[in-house]
C-alpha cells in the first residue's frame, strides 16, 4: 500500500500560528525584563496559546514547543535574561520554517536560510533580509496596539440598538445642505443601503470589532452563532477592515460634498450617476477624498487586520480568520485604525446600484484610508 | 495591453476590483456575469472581458500597492476570471491554472465569501454557481482547516524567468515597468 503524502498546512493557520509564535517571544523577552511575578502564570497561558495551533505534526511540533514553552515557566525564577538568546532560538527557527511554508503564497519559491544572530541581535534580526524580515517587523509593529476577542466574548459584544440606528439618518440630515437634505435622508434610510447599519456613528467600537474578528453583523440581523466546537457560523461579510464615523457630522461631510457635487454638476445624484455608467451596468463605486470631504483625523475609527499591507498578507489574514471561525482558535488579531488620521490617501467610499434605467440606490458609505483604484473620483464625475 | 481602460475601469470596479470595501458586490458581480454577457447591447462587457485576459497575458494591470508584486496581482486577476467566467483559461494566458486545481487546491475569493458551510449561510447564488463549475459545497469546504490534497492550495510561485518575461513585455510597450523589477 502506497503511503498517502502527508497533507499540507493550511494557509491560514500558518498565518496564526506564525503570528502566535512571534507573540510567544515578544510576551518572553518583556518577561525576561523583570516585573515577572505572575510570569509563570503568563507562560502557561502563552503555552496554551501555542497548543491551539492546529498544524499537521510534521510542519510544527506542537505540543511539543507547548510542553518546552511550560517547561520554561517552572525555571522563571532564574535569570532568564541570561538564557534569552538560547530561548528564543526554538521559535525563531520554527517561525523560520513556517514562513517558508507560507512564500509560495506570496509568490516565493523559496527562502533564504536562517543565518547566525549576533549576541543580542534585536528579534527581527534572526531573519533573513527580504520576505521573511519584512512580514516579522509588519507582525511585530502591530503586537502592541493589537487586540483579540475569543468568540465567547465577541457573543457577548452588544448589536447597536435599532432606535439608534433609525436616529442617524436625521441626524445626518440635519448636517446636510437644505437642498438636499431630503435626498440624504432617503439614501440613508432606503432598504438597500447599508451604511448606517455598519458604519453609523452609534456602533460602539467593540461591535465593529466582533463584526472584523468573529463577522457578528452589527444590526443583528444576520444570523449568527457559537458552535459546539468552539467555531461561530455567520453570514455576514466583512473584508479586512470594519469601521465607521465617530458622528453624525463626520457621517455627513462625504455625503454632503456628493450631493452638492452632484447637484451643481448634473442636476442630481440620479443624474450624475446615470451620465457615468454604461446602459447595463448595475453597481458604481466612487471615492470622496477627505480633502473634499472635510474629513479629518478624529472622524473614522475601527479595525483593521494585524500585518495586510499587501494583497497577499492581507489573504493570509482572511484565511487565518476563516480557519479561526472554522475552529475557534487560534487567535487573530487586529488594530484600531482611524482611517482618516492613518492613511496614505484617506477618504470615503461610496458605492450606488442601479434600481432603474436612471435611478440609483445607495449600497454604502464609510471612511476609508486608501483608494482603490477602481473607483470613479467624485471630481472626474460630470 | 497597457494601462486599464475606462471602460475596464466601469466594469470593474462595480464588484470585481472592490472585493475588499464590498464583498457583496464581488459575489453578485460574478453571479451575474454570463447575463451581462448575454445582454450586452453596446459590447462594452465583452470588450472588458477582452481586456481582462489582455492584462492578465501581459501582466499589464498595475499592482494596486508597492508591497504586491505583478505575480501575485496576476494570479489575483485569474482567481476573478475563474470567479467570474469559470475554468476555461483566459485566451493567452502564459500560466493557466489546471482546471483541476479550482475549488480543490486553489480557493478564490467567490469561495471564500460565498461559499459558506452550509448552503442556508451562503449566497443564494452559490448552489447554481459551484453547479456551472463541477463543485460542491463539500469540495470547496474541504480547503479550509487542512486540505486533503497533497499539495499547496491555491500557492504557486513565480516561475523560472518571471522577471526576463517581464522586462520583455515591458520592452515591448505592452506594460509599465513597476517599482521592484530590475
Given at each position: 500500500?502506497t503511503?498517502?503524502?502527508?497533507?499540507?498546512?493550511?494557509?491560514?493557520?500558518?498565518?496564526?500560528?506564525?503570528?502566535?509564535?512571534?507573540?510567544?517571544?515578544?510576551?518572553?523577552?518583556?518577561?525576561?525584563?523583570?516585573?515577572?511575578?505572575?510570569?509563570?502564570?503568563?507562560?502557561?497561558?502563552?503555552?496554551?496559546?501555542v497548543?491551539?495551533?492546529?498544524?499537521?505534526?510534521?510542519?510544527?511540533?506542537?505540543?511539543?514547543?507547548?510542553?518546552?514553552?511550560?517547561?520554561?515557566?517552572?525555571?522563571?525564577?532564574?535569570?532568564?535574561?541570561?538564557?534569552?538568546?538560547?530561548?528564543r532560538?526554538?521559535?525563531?527557527?520554527?517561525?523560520?520554517?513556517?514562513?517558508?511554508?507560507?512564500?509560495?503564497?506570496?509568490?516565493?519559491?523559496?527562502?533564504?536560510?536562517?543565518?547566525?544572530?549576533?549576541?543580542?541581535?534585536?528579534?527581527?534580526?534572526?531573519?533573513?533580509?527580504?520576505?521573511?524580515?519584512?512580514?516579522?517587523?509588519?507582525?511585530?509593529?502591530?503586537?502592541d496596539?493589537?487586540?483579540?476577542?475569543?468568540?465567547?466574548?465577541?457573543?457577548?459584544?452588544?448589536?447597536?440598538?435599532?432606535?439608534?440606528?433609525?436616529a442617524?439618518?436625521?441626524?445626518?440630515?440635519?448636517?446636510?445642505?437644505?437642498?438636499?437634505?431630503?435626498?440624504?435622508?432617503?439614501?440613508?434610510?432606503?432598504?438597500?443601503?447599508?451604511?448606517?447599519?455598519?458604519?453609523?456613528?452609534?456602533?460602539?467600537?467593540?461591535?465593529?470589532?466582533?463584526?472584523?474578528?468573529?463577522?457578528?453583523?452589527?444590526?443583528?440581523?444576520?444570523?449568527?452563532?457559537?458552535?459546539?466546537?468552539?467555531?461561530?457560523?455567520?453570514?455576514?461579510?466583512?473584508?479586512?477592515?470594519?469601521?465607521?464615523?465617530?458622528?453624525?457630522?463626520?457621517?455627513?461631510?462625504?455625503?454632503?460634498?456628493?450631493?452638492?457635487?452632484?447637484r451643481?454638476?448634473?442636476?442630481?445624484?440620479?443624474?450624475?450617476?446615470?451620465?457615468?455608467?454604461?446602459?447595463?451596468?448595475?453597481?458604481?463605486?466612487?471615492?470622496?477624498?477627505?480633502?473634499?470631504?472635510?474629513?479629518?483625523?478624529?472622524?473614522?475609527?475601527?479595525?483593521?487586520?494585524?500585518?495586510?499591507?499587501?494583497?497577499?498578507?492581507?489573504?493570509?489574514?482572511?484565511?487565518?480568520?476563516?480557519?479561526?471561525?472554522a475552529?475557534?482558535?487560534?487567535?487573530?488579531?487586529?488594530?484600531?485604525?482611524?482611517?482618516?488620521?492613518?492613511?496614505?490617501?484617506?477618504?470615503?467610499?461610496?458605492?450606488?446600484?442601479?434600481?432603474?434605467?436612471?435611478?440609483?440606490?445607495?449600497v454604502?458609505?464609510?471612511?476609508v484610508?486608501?483608494?482603490?483604484?477602481?473607483?470613479?473620483?467624485?471630481?472626474?464625475?460630470? | 495591453?497597457?494601462?486599464?481602460?475606462?471602460?475596464f475601469?466601469?466594469?470593474?470596479?462595480?464588484?470585481?476590483?472592490?472585493?475588499?470595501?464590498?464583498?457583496?458586490?464581488?459575489?453578485?458581480?460574478?453571479?451575474?456575469?454570463?447575463?451581462?454577457?448575454?445582454?450586452?447591447?453596446?459590447?462594452?462587457?465583452?470588450?472588458?472581458?477582452?481586456?481582462?485576459a489582455?492584462?492578465?497575458?501581459?501582466?499589464?494591470?498595475?499592482?494596486?500597492?508597492?508591497?504586491?508584486?505583478?505575480?501575485?496581482?496576476?494570479?489575483?486577476?485569474?482567481?476573478?476570471?475563474?470567479?467570474?467566467?469559470?475554468?476555461?483559461?483566459?485566451?493567452?494566458?502564459?500560466?493557466?491554472?489546471?482546471?483541476?486545481?479550482?475549488?480543490?487546491?486553489?480557493?478564490?475569493?467567490y469561495?471564500?465569501?460565498?461559499?459558506?458551510?452550509?448552503?442556508?449561510?451562503?449566497?443564494?447564488?452559490?448552489p447554481?454557481w459551484?453547479?456551472?463549475?463541477?463543485?460542491?459545497?463539500?469540495?470547496?469546504?474541504?480547503?479550509?482547516?487542512?486540505?486533503?490534497?497533497?499539495?499547496?492550495?491555491?500557492?504557486?510561485?513565480?516561475?523560472?524567468?518571471?522577471?526576463?518575461?517581464?522586462?520583455?513585455?515591458?520592452?515591448?510597450?505592452?506594460?509599465?515597468?513597476?517599482?521592484?523589477?530590475?
Open positions: 500500500m503511503q498517502q503524502p502527508a497533507p499540507p498546512p493550511d494557509r491560514g493557520a500558518l498565518r496564526a500560528a506564525i503570528e502566535g509564535l512571534l507573540r510567544t517571544c515578544v510576551d518572553l523577552e518583556r518577561q525576561a525584563d523583570g516585573a515577572a511575578t505572575d510570569a509563570r502564570k503568563r507562560v502557561r497561558r502563552i503555552a496554551e496559546t497548543a491551539a495551533v492546529r498544524l499537521p505534526r510534521h510542519v510544527l511540533d506542537v505540543p511539543a514547543l507547548a510542553q518546552q514553552v511550560d517547561g520554561l515557566g517552572r525555571h522563571l525564577d532564574a535569570d532568564l535574561r541570561g538564557r534569552l538568546a538560547s530561548a532560538q526554538p521559535y525563531v527557527t520554527e517561525i523560520h520554517a513556517l514562513l517558508a511554508l507560507l512564500a509560495p503564497w506570496h509568490g516565493l519559491a523559496a527562502l533564504p536560510p536562517l543565518g547566525p544572530a549576533a549576541p543580542g541581535a534585536a528579534l527581527t534580526d534572526h531573519f533573513p533580509t527580504g520576505f521573511a524580515q519584512d512580514y516579522v517587523i509588519d507582525l511585530l509593529g502591530s503586537v496596539a493589537s487586540v483579540a476577542l475569543t468568540p465567547q466574548a465577541a457573543d457577548q459584544v452588544p448589536v447597536a440598538r435599532e432606535d439608534a440606528s433609525d442617524v439618518p436625521i441626524l445626518v440630515g440635519d448636517q446636510l445642505h437644505e437642498d438636499h437634505r431630503q435626498m440624504g435622508v432617503d439614501m440613508l434610510q432606503d432598504g438597500a443601503s447599508h451604511a448606517v447599519q455598519r458604519h453609523g456613528p452609534h456602533i460602539a467600537p467593540e461591535t465593529q470589532l466582533a463584526r472584523l474578528l468573529w463577522l457578528k453583523d452589527p444590526s443583528g440581523d444576520e444570523p449568527w452563532r457559537l458552535l459546539p466546537n468552539g467555531g461561530v457560523e455567520s453570514n455576514h461579510w466583512c473584508g479586512p477592515i470594519a469601521g465607521g464615523f465617530t458622528s453624525a457630522e463626520a457621517m455627513a461631510k462625504p455625503i454632503d460634498a456628493l450631493l452638492r457635487w452632484a451643481v454638476h448634473a442636476g442630481g445624484l440620479n443624474g450624475l450617476l446615470t451620465n457615468n455608467t454604461k446602459s447595463k451596468t448595475k453597481r458604481i463605486s466612487i471615492y470622496v477624498s477627505a480633502e473634499s470631504a472635510g474629513l479629518v483625523p478624529g472622524d473614522a475609527n475601527g479595525y483593521r487586520g494585524t500585518a495586510t499591507s499587501s494583497r497577499a498578507m492581507t489573504d493570509d489574514w482572511l484565511d487565518a480568520r476563516e480557519h479561526a471561525m475552529h475557534g482558535a487560534p487567535p487573530i488579531y487586529a488594530v484600531p485604525y482611524d482611517p482618516i488620521a492613518e492613511g496614505k490617501e484617506p477618504g470615503a467610499f461610496f458605492q450606488f446600484k442601479r434600481v432603474g434605467a436612471s435611478s440609483w440606490s445607495l454604502t458609505c464609510f471612511p484610508g486608501e483608494r482603490n483604484l477602481n473607483c470613479k473620483r467624485m471630481e472626474d464625475l460630470t | 495591453m497597457t494601462s486599464p481602460s475606462e471602460n475601469k466601469d466594469h470593474f470596479g462595480g464588484g470585481f476590483g472592490v472585493a475588499d470595501e464590498t464583498p457583496e458586490a464581488y459575489v453578485e458581480a460574478c453571479e451575474e456575469a454570463l447575463e451581462m454577457l448575454a445582454d450586452d447591447d453596446d459590447g462594452s462587457y465583452h470588450a472588458f472581458r477582452d481586456e481582462l489582455a492584462h492578465i497575458r501581459d501582466s499589464s494591470y498595475p499592482p494596486h500597492r508597492v508591497a504586491d508584486s505583478q505575480w501575485i496581482t496576476d494570479e489575483w486577476l485569474r482567481n476573478i476570471w475563474y470567479d467570474a467566467f469559470g475554468p476555461e483559461p483566459p485566451p493567452g494566458d502564459p500560466y493557466p491554472v489546471p482546471a483541476e486545481d479550482w475549488g480543490r487546491r486553489r480557493r478564490t475569493p469561495m471564500m465569501y460565498a461559499v459558506n458551510r452550509r448552503p442556508e449561510l451562503s449566497s443564494p447564488g452559490a447554481a459551484l453547479k456551472a463549475r463541477g463543485l460542491t459545497f463539500d469540495d470547496v469546504n474541504a480547503g479550509v482547516g487542512v486540505s486533503l490534497t497533497g499539495q499547496f492550495a491555491s500557492a504557486r510561485p513565480a516561475p523560472e524567468g518571471w522577471l526576463e518575461r517581464l522586462h520583455d513585455l515591458t520592452a515591448r510597450g505592452l506594460r509599465e515597468e513597476q517599482p521592484g523589477e530590475r
